[in-house]
Structures are given as C-alpha cells and as structure tokens.
C-alpha cells in the first residue's frame, strides 16, 4: 500500500503563503498522478491541483494564478506552493495519489493523507 505523510499546514494571515508537502511510500512507477484536495467545514472535498508523473498540472479555477503545485518524482513528494491565500482558503487539505492499475494489487488503487489543517485569518 501506499502511504502519504503531510507537512506544512498552519496558521497564516490573508495575503501570506504556506507550502505543503506530501511524501509517498512505494514505488515511483506506480503512481500515475498526485493531487491536493481541502474540505472546508459543511462543503464537499473539492480538488485543488493535481499533477501527473509527466510533470502536467491543473488547477481548481479558484486557486490558478495564486497556487502551484509540483513534484519531486525520485522522492514520491508533491507540493502546494499557496501564494496570497484568502479566507476562503481555510479547509483541511488532502493529499491523493493514484495508482497505475497494473499496481493496484500491490497498493491499492490510490491512497489518502491524514489531511493537515490551513487556516487563514482575516
């Protein structure tokens, strides 16, 4: 199985920046992708930015321009980089990694971190 641990969530003030980190276990090959999800309180989990092992990205409309996300991929880590964060950024953010199906057996077919709390102030 796979497994993620995340960093980097905290407190933060409107206008200031936060980077996360999320680290898998397994092998480089089975992960076909990796993303950031946040679910805020009484909304349903929504994606934020997610990147493929050829290094594409997407972005949540209402996170472009202000969030990035990226890869280390011989370290099975990925990254939010998270510039000018709102109020509205506030949420419990997830890290997702997806499996390749050829792997599933092995690990499973995507694995979820314990989330790591964001909050931005006023």
């Known amino acids: 199985q796979v497994q993620l641990v995340e960093s980097g969530g905290g407190l933060v003030q409107s206008g200031g920046s936060l980077r996360l980190s999320c680290a898998a276990s397994?092998?480089?090959?089975?992960?076909?992708?990796m993303g950031w999800y946040r679910q805020a309180p009484g909304k349903q989990r929504e994606l934020v930015a997610l990147?493929?092992?050829?290094?594409?990205?997407e972005y949540a409309d209402s996170v472009k321009g202000r969030f990035t996300i990226s890869g280390e991929k011989l370290r099975n880590t990925a990254y939010l980089q998270m510039n000018s964060l709102k109020p509205e950024d506030t949420a419990v953010y997830y890290c997702?990694?997806?499996?390749?199906?050829?792997?599933?057996?092995?690990?499973?077919?995507?694995?979820w971190g314990q989330g790591t709390q964001v909050t931005v102030s006023s």
């Open positions: 990147i493929s092992s050829e290094g594409t990205a």
């Open positions: 397994g092998s480089k090959l089975s992960i076909s992708a």
């Open positions: 997702h990694a997806q499996i390749r199906p050829f792997y599933y057996s092995t690990y499973g077919r995507d694995a």
